[in-house]
């Protein structure tokens, strides 16, 4: 069993900035495949950025260009860099670790962008 552990939300002005991350457990995180999704309200939960245990990342097109994702693997920790945040950012944010035929998720953490 993988736990995931979210933190950085908060409520954040339009145009600026919040750094997300997620702590696992686990001996093999460098083997995960992690992501970030989001789920506003009413909506289904959408993929916003994918990082392979390679390194390799896919973004949503509404975030590219404005979110960065990243893993420290001697940390055990992925990490959401969000710039240039807009009303529509506004969600729960979940991580997620894949391996293999594995999905855990975390528990979320909300972002909020208003003015």
């Not at 409520?11 to 083997?31: D, E, M, N």
């Not at 009413?42 to 896919?58: C, F």
Request: proline share 3%.
């Amino acid at each position: 069993q993988v736990q995931l552990v979210e933190s950085g939300g908060g409520l954040v002005q339009p145009g600026g900035s919040l750094r997300l991350s997620c702590a696992a457990s686990g001996s093999i995180f460098r083997l995960y495949v992690m992501g970030w999704y989001r789920q506003a309200p009413g909506l289904q939960r959408e993929l916003v950025a994918v990082i392979t245990d390679g390194g390799r990342t896919t973004y949503a097109d509404s975030v590219k260009g404005r979110f960065t994702i990243s893993r420290d693997n001697a940390k055990n920790t992925v990490y959401l860099q969000t710039n240039s945040l807009k009303p529509e950012d506004t969600a729960v944010y979940y991580c997620k670790a894949n391996h293999a035929t594995n999905n855990y998720w975390g528990q979320g953490t909300q972002v909020t962008v208003s003015s």
